[in-house]
């Protein structure tokens, strides 16, 4: 049987596009995957394409991979399927339409946008275009989280009335960035919300409203914490979600910061920073958010059942350089990655357009809740990085 090869072109040259690329790497099938094939072909730098040539030789890319010193030049192409943009937050908007403008599929790391209507333009684009369009939330694509999502859609813990998740991180913004860093910045639209708080939304949302057959958007009350800087280091959201044909009301607690920790000693001694909890039981899901590698199912009639989740990875031997997961990447496991990646990989295979996990509105309407939140809150970017205009020159 032939392999459905994607060919990948990465957008920037920072932290997690290497992450990314290197995680494309391994061959598909060490983790089960037979039908497909992933190949970087080209790299975009928007400082030099000397840039662009080392991060392509860091990730083991072909020699014959192009190595572009703008991403004009990288969306233009022809040999690149897709775009995966690995930009701050800030650049997504401008990034996204330059590659959907020149008929390019799209994934995008999140936050997806500045805000929605940004995503709705870009939507609307895509559908013009007739491309694909993801954004990046890699933890949606674990086994881990199907598992979860099957757990919660099976009705073994009962029908679900809250899931409570926490994406906290002690780094102490004044002793771990500069001003000028994309996480505190309000130039790149830094903040915990947009950059840490998404994974606890996303639990909240992969729970409560991927689960049901006819979802609704919840209304949301929150509080926030404000760096110097303007920009949010701790935000704390209630959501409450209409009932369902499945279930009543629910409720959704997501929390997020930087001055505390979900995990303090590393060793998960604090309990789990996810539960999903139903008439039944409930299901925990350890930190970090982003990339769990523990779940503990706890039913009402005496059943505990607690499973890792270990990412696979071509093996210690093989020579692969871990990438940006440090201590949550044991030797010769991959990040993790690789599942969005196969997911985009299937959806071009199959002629779909958007992620089977989550939908271009359910990013939306994720997209509409950060924006209440930072409303509620007064947390407003600057106005080149929130206009609907495009191109505009960051
Ligand atoms: N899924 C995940 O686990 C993670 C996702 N992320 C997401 O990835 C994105 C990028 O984060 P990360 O890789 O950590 O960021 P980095 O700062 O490490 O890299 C960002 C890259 O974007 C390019 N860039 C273009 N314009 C600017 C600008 N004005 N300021 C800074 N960089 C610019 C640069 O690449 P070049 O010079 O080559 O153009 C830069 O290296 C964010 O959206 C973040 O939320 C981040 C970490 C983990
Ligand atoms: O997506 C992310 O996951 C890991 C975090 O450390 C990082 O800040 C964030 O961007």
Same mark, same amino acid.
């Given at each position: 049987?032939?392999?459905?090869?994607?060919?990948?072109?990465?957008?920037?040259?920072?932290?997690? $596009?290497?992450?990314?690329?290197?995680?494309?790497?391994?061959?598909?099938?060490?983790?089960?995957?037979?039908?497909?094939?992933?190949?970087?072909?080209? $790299?975009?730098?928007?400082?030099?394409?000397?840039?662009?040539?080392?991060?392509?030789?860091? &990730?083991?890319?072909?020699?014959?991979?192009?190595?572009?010193?703008?991403?004009?030049?990288?969306?233009?192409?022809?040999? &690149?399927?897709?775009?995966?943009?690995?930009?701050?937050?800030?650049?997504?908007?401008?990034?996204?339409?330059?590659?959907?403008?020149?008929?390019?599929?799209?994934?995008?790391?999140?936050?997806?946008?500045?805000? $929605?209507?940004?995503?709705?333009?870009?939507?609307?684009?895509?559908?013009?275009?007739?491309?694909?369009?993801?954004?990046?939330?890699?933890?949606?694509?674990?086994?881990?989280?199907?598992?979860?999502?099957?757990?919660?859609?099976?009705?073994?813990?009962?029908?679900?009335?809250?899931?409570?998740?926490?994406?906290?991180?002690?780094?102490?913004?004044?002793?771990?960035?500069?001003?000028?860093?994309?996480?505190?910045?309000?130039?790149?639209?830094?903040?915990?919300?947009?950059?840490?708080?998404?994974?606890?939304?996303?639990?909240?949302?992969?729970?409560?409203?991927?689960?049901?057959?006819?979802?609704?958007?919840?209304?949301?009350?929150?509080?926030?914490?404000?760096?110097?800087?303007?920009?949010?280091?701790?935000?704390?959201?209630?959501?409450?979600?209409?009932?369902?044909?499945?279930?009543?009301?629910?409720?959704?607690?997501?929390?997020?910061?930087?001055?505390?920790?979900?995990?303090?000693?590393?060793?998960?001694?604090?309990?789990?920073?996810?539960? &999903?909890?139903?008439?039944?039981?409930?299901?925990?899901?350890?930190?970090?958010?982003?990339?769990?590698?523990?779940?503990?199912?706890?039913?009402?009639?005496?059943?505990?059942?607690?499973?890792?989740?270990?990412?696979?990875?071509?093996?210690?031997?093989?020579?692969?350089?871990?990438?940006?997961?440090?201590?949550?990447?044991?030797?010769?496991?991959?990040?993790?990655?690789?599942?969005?990646?196969?997911?985009?990989?299937?959806?071009?295979?199959?002629?779909?357009?958007?992620?089977?996990?989550?939908?271009?509105?359910?990013?939306?309407?994720?997209?509409?809740?950060?924006?209440?939140?930072?409303?509620?809150?007064?947390?407003?970017?600057?106005?080149?990085?929130?206009?609907?205009?495009?191109? &505009?020159?960051?």
């Amino acid at each position: 049987m032939s392999k459905f090869q994607l060919k990948w072109g990465i957008l920037a040259t920072g932290g997690i $596009a290497e992450t990314f690329a290197r995680d494309l790497w391994p061959n598909p099938e060490c983790r089960g995957v037979k039908d497909i094939e992933h190949t970087v072909v080209a $790299a975009a730098s928007s400082s030099s394409a000397d840039r662009a040539q080392k991060f392509l030789k860091e &990730v083991r890319a072909a020699d014959s991979a192009k190595a572009y010193g703008s991403y004009k030049e990288l969306a233009q192409d022809p040999n &690149v399927d897709i775009i995966y943009i690995a930009t701050p937050h800030s650049h997504h908007y401008q990034n996204a339409m330059l590659c959907l403008e020149a008929g390019k599929n799209v994934l995008c790391e999140k936050a997806f946008t500045t805000n $929605a209507p940004q995503l709705e333009a870009l939507i609307k684009k895509a559908k013009e275009k007739n491309v694909f369009l993801m954004e990046a939330v890699w933890t949606r694509y674990f086994p881990l989280s199907i598992y979860v999502r099957d757990i919660i859609t099976s009705g073994k813990i009962g029908p679900v009335s809250r899931t409570s998740a926490d994406l906290s991180m002690a780094m102490l913004p004044e002793n771990t960035f500069d001003d000028s860093h994309r996480m505190v910045n309000p130039e790149l639209a830094g903040g915990a919300l947009l950059d840490l708080g998404i994974y606890a939304l996303t639990w909240v949302f992969q729970t409560l409203y991927t689960t049901q057959k006819d979802p609704k958007a919840p209304s949301v009350l929150s509080t926030m914490r404000k760096y110097k800087l303007g920009t949010d280091e701790q935000t704390s959201m209630l959501l409450t979600f209409p009932a369902t044909e499945a279930r009543g009301e629910a409720h959704g607690i997501a929390t997020t910061g930087m001055r505390t920790a979900a995990d303090p000693d590393g060793k998960g001694t604090a309990g789990p920073a996810i539960r &999903v909890q139903g008439e039944e039981g409930e299901i925990q899901v350890f930190h970090p958010a982003f990339r769990p590698t523990r779940t503990k199912l706890i039913l009402k009639d005496g059943t505990v059942e607690d499973k890792e989740w270990p990412q696979p990875g071509p093996g210690k031997e093989s020579g692969w350089k871990n990438g940006f997961g440090g201590d949550w990447q044991p030797e010769g496991e991959g990040q993790g990655m690789f599942w969005e990646a196969d997911e985009c990989a299937h959806a071009l295979k199959e002629g779909r357009k958007e992620g089977q996990y989550e939908s271009l509105q359910e990013s939306l309407v994720i997209m509409q809740v950060m924006d209440e939140v930072r409303k509620q809150n007064g947390l407003k970017y600057p106005e080149k990085i929130e206009t609907l205009d495009y191109p &505009v020159d960051l």
